[in-house]
């Protein structure tokens, strides 16, 4: 059977296969029969693999895969999603479900996804259902900026990195580094949180994009507090839209946990 007729199990299979020769260390690694095994196996060699190439044949089944993926998950359409006031909406769920613009991930300052096997944070899911593509053009850059400004670079807290979206339902991807909360919230904290939103929204614009999902920047492991987090935000983009009004269509908050759900409902009544 041709790649092209492959059943959405046979791709599975074959992906599998096809990382786990491409791993070494885990060619020989035993797989479990059942679907979700697979998935989690699959998974977990996309998240440990480093940026390098592969062949067409392993990217155009990876990207009939992971396209299947969104469909079965649900592709989530502006439309589907109510705005509240002024351009701005709370969405709760799976942000690679959204068929916006750009979607924001909450990345990290090596700017390559999370390598962590099965990781819950945005930074994994975003990259696991975009592609590998989504690691190698991250580190395309980075190599370029190291080029630039030395080998020890990091991506700076608040400043943008825009990428294709590949097999995700959203056009393009904006990376940022939120502040790390490590001994208590500080003003310049806050202000680093503001300006990722800002910062943010200023790179749409000048790409034309036109809607946006921001994630909870910084609330997860950075430890940023959940409540004052939702502040900033909807005190920042709000004063941003006003400043360039009719320029953004949509911006949508997108919500994992009930608690930070009831913020932004609280902060957008």
């Not at 196996?41 to 969104?70: F, G, H, T, W």
């Not at 995700?168 to 904006?174: M, N, W």
Request: charged share 25%; net charge negative; hydrophobic share 40%.
């Amino acid at each position: 059977m041709g790649k092209e007729n492959m059943t959405q199990d046979q791709r599975l299979h074959y992906l599998v296969e096809a990382f786990k020769a491409d791993s070494g260390a885990y060619a020989d690694l035993q797989v479990p029969d059942d679907r979700q095994g697979k998935q989690r196996i699959l998974r977990s060699l996309m998240n440990i693999r480093m940026p390098k190439r592969i062949s067409e044949d392993v990217l155009s089944v990876q990207d009939a895969y992971l396209q299947c993926r969104a469909e079965e998950k649900g592709i989530v359409q502006l439309s589907d999603i109510p705005e509240i006031r002024d351009g701005l909406s709370i969405w709760q769920g799976d942000i690679t479900r959204l068929a916006v613009d750009a979607i924001v991930n909450a990345a990290n300052a090596q700017m390559l996804g999370c390598f962590v096997p099965m990781h819950t944070c945005i930074d994994n899911c975003i990259h696991t259902f975009a592609g590998v593509q989504l690691r190698a053009e991250c580190s395309r850059q980075m190599n370029a900026l190291r080029a630039r400004y030395g080998g020890d670079y990091e991506q700076p807290t608040a400043v943008p990195m825009l990428t294709d979206a590949y097999n995700l339902p959203a056009k393009k991807v904006v990376h940022i580094v939120g502040p790390v909360v490590e001994y208590g919230l500080t003003k310049e904290l806050e202000e680093q949180l503001a300006a990722c939103y800002r910062n943010t929204l200023d790179t749409c614009l000048e790409n034309g994009l036109k809607t946006v999902a921001f994630c909870c920047i910084s609330t997860g492991v950075f430890r940023f507090p959940n409540r004052r987090a939702a502040e900033i935000a909807v005190q920042t983009v709000s004063a941003w839209l006003r400043m360039h009004a009719g320029q953004i269509d949509r911006v949508i908050f997108n919500v994992f946990k009930d608690e930070d759900k009831a913020y932004y409902e609280q902060l957008l009544q």
